[in-house]
C-alpha cells in the first residue's frame, strides 16, 4: 500500500512513474518536459520503460567511448553503430540521440529544434519512454507498449 501511495505522490510532483529503474535528475527532466508538451497537444503521457532506460544508458556510454563525429551534416560512428541500429528496430524503437550537452533542457531543445526527432518524440502511436545519458551523450527511445 505504501509503494500504490509513494508512486502516486510521484506522479502527481514529476508526472513520471517508474518502479524500476531509478531515474538521474536529467533523464527525469526530458521526460517530465516532453510529457508537458505531450499533454498540450492533446497526446497521451509517457510511460517510463524500465528496458529503454537500460538501453538508453548502455547506448549512451558506448557512444561516449566512441565518440562519433559530424561529417558533412551527418553522424559517423563505428561498426557497433549499424549492428545497434538493426537491433533498435527488432525491438520496434525510435530513438533520438543528442551530443555535447551536458545539460538536459539543451539535448531537449536540440530534438525539439529537429524535425525528424520531434516527429518521433511527438508520435499519437507511442507510450513508452527511455532516457539515458552518460556524460554529454543522450539516447531517447520511444515504443509502443508490447
Known amino acids: 500500500m505504501k509503494r500504490i501511495f509513494l508512486a502516486f505522490v510521484i506522479f502527481a510532483m514529476f508526472g513520471v512513474i517508474c518502479f524500476?529503474?531509478?531515474?538521474?535528475?536529467?533523464?527525469?527532466?526530458?521526460?517530465?518536459?516532453?510529457?508537458?508538451?505531450?499533454?498540450?497537444?492533446?497526446?497521451?503521457?509517457?510511460?517510463?520503460?524500465d528496458e529503454l532506460v537500460?538501453?538508453?544508458?548502455?547506448?549512451?556510454?558506448?557512444?561516449?567511448?566512441?565518440?562519433?563525429?559530424?561529417v558533412r551534416g551527418f553522424f559517423v560512428y563505428s561498426v557497433t553503430r549499424i549492428w545497434h541500429a538493426s537491433a533498435s528496430e527488432r525491438k520496434g524503437c525510435a530513438e533520438c540521440v543528442a551530443f555535447n550537452n551536458n545539460i538536459s533542457r539543451n539535448a531537449f531543445n536540440q530534438w525539439r529544434n529537429s524535425p525528424p526527432h520531434w516527429n518521433v518524440m511527438m508520435k499519437r502511436n507511442i507510450n513508452r519512454i527511455g532516457v539515458g545519458r552518460s556524460g554529454g551523450y543522450w539516447t531517447l527511445r520511444v515504443r509502443k507498449e508490447k
Not at 531509478?22 to 510529457?35: A, D, H, Q, S, Y
Open 20 to 49: 524500476g529503474v531509478e531515474l538521474e535528475t536529467g533523464e527525469r527532466e526530458v521526460i517530465v518536459k516532453l510529457n508537458a508538451t505531450r499533454v498540450k497537444a492533446g497526446l497521451c503521457k509517457l510511460e517510463v520503460d
Open 54 to 70: 537500460q538501453d538508453c544508458r548502455r547506448w549512451s556510454d558506448t557512444l561516449r567511448s566512441s565518440k562519433p563525429r559530424v
